[in-house]
């Protein structure tokens, strides 16, 4: 089976500086795979070349066999690549479901009659449908980030790119995230996860692919990386907690 992301020799520069430098690596359809490294690594910018939030310097992007390289945002998002954020953005007047509703209409067509529907399901699926009629500013930190994944279902995404969906969270709170994601894998979408939160990424991802100073520094599963002594060394200099 084809890869559904391909990348070859992915770069990008600012202002001479290279954010992410060379790297390539495959995504299988179906797989939950998470992308590590310290900060500055380049795996939030990697994230933002793929959804089409900024353009490579130079390097490929192909996705489910056809072309994506410098695409935009919006035709990222039609051709079924989106993204969470760190930091959740959502309208923070409108409602849960009005929020929700945008995502339908702005992603990959559904058919009016059934929006009402998918989002009792969307919403039901990571548990905040008792908010449905909440203001988005009222949410708590951690409803925010079931909303922020809420939203990025709402575009029928075969591809879900998520960029720390857990930081900030509670303990209880990054388990509840953790068996979402799971089970968005379950249900057919791809996850490509970026995470600080070593134990959070062990536990749910394979492959994990890592990266330092722009660079991709190695991939393969999970134990096998958090005992690479090259990781170990990007990190902190001695075997991490896992």
């Known amino acids: 089976m084809a890869p559904i992301l391909k990348l070859e020799r992915l770069t990008r520069y600012f202002a001479g ?17 998470g992308l590590i490294g310290p900060n500055g690594a380049g795996k939030t910018t990697l994230l933002s070349l793929v959804a089409g939030s900024i353009r490579p310097t130079s390097g490929r992007i192909e996705f489910e066999e056809r ?4 695409a935009k945002s919006f035709q990222a998002v039609r051709a079924g690549i ?25 992603g990959r067509q559904e058919k009016a009659a059934s929006q009402i529907k998918k989002t009792e399901e969307i919403l039901d699926m990571v548990g905040i449908a008792h908010l449905s009629a909440r203001p988005a500013y009222l949410l708590s930190v951690g409803d925010l980030k079931r909303l922020e994944l809420a939203r990025a279902l709402a575009t029928r995404p075969s ?7 857990c930081s900030g969270l509670t303990e209880t709170e990054t388990g509840l995230i953790l ?20 134990r959070a990424i062990m536990s749910v991802c394979d492959p994990v692919i890592v990266m330092n100073y722009g660079q991709k520094l190695t991939e393969g599963a999970p134990g096998a990386v958090q005992n690479d002594p090259s990781v170990i060394e990007a990190y902190i200099g001695k075997k991490a907690m896992m």
């Open 67 to 70: 072309e994506l390289t410098g």
């Open 159 to 165: 591809l879900l790119l998520c960029d720390e969906v």
């Open 179 to 198: 068996r979402l994601l799971c089970e968005i894998r379950r249900a057919g979408t791809t996850i490509l996860y970026v995470e600080h939160n070593l």
């Open 82 to 106: 989106v993204r969470t954020h760190q930091i959740p953005k959502p309208f923070r007047t409108l409602t849960v479901r009005e929020n929700v509703e945008v995502g339908l209409r702005f």
């Open 17 to 33: 500086l290279a954010a992410v430098k060379d790297v390539s690596f495959e995504v299988e359809p179906g797989g939950l795979v």
